[in-house]
């Protein structure tokens, strides 16, 4: 069982750019999908959290779009209008009521 985000990288404020969260070993049908972020030295900051039964969730505040490709088994992150505030490692993380599965990571660099 792996979930494997990627995706990540070195983008210019003002881009935009979409992390993918594949799953291998189960299927994301029924399961619930966050995304979080963490900076060093701070706490993980929740994102996003799309449900089971739901493909895609836009956060208009934020910018940010979440969505599932059931049949790549993958969810994907878009954010929009990036920020050098922006800057973290971005994780998956796939739950139900028996099973909490976190990937490893992908960094993200908002930089000039």
């Known amino acids: 069982v792996q979930l494997v985000e990627s995706g990540g990288g070195l983008v210019q404020p003002g881009e935009s750019l979409t992390l993918s969260c594949a799953a291998s070993?189960?299927?994301?049908?029924?399961?619930?999908v966050r995304w979080y972020r963490q900076t060093a030295g701070k706490e993980r900051e929740l994102l996003s959290t799309i449900l089971s039964s739901i493909d895609s969730m836009d956060y208009l505040e934020s910018g940010f779009t979440v969505s599932k490709n059931e049949a790549k088994n993958t969810v994907f992150l878009r954010i929009k209008s990036l920020k050098p505030e922006d800057t973290a490692v971005y994780y998956c993380?796939?739950?139900?009521?028996?099973?909490?599965?976190w990937g490893q990571g992908t960094q993200v660099t908002v930089s000039s």
């Open positions: 070993g189960f299927s994301f049908i029924g399961y619930n």
């Open positions: 993380n796939a739950y139900n009521d028996e099973h909490n599965y």
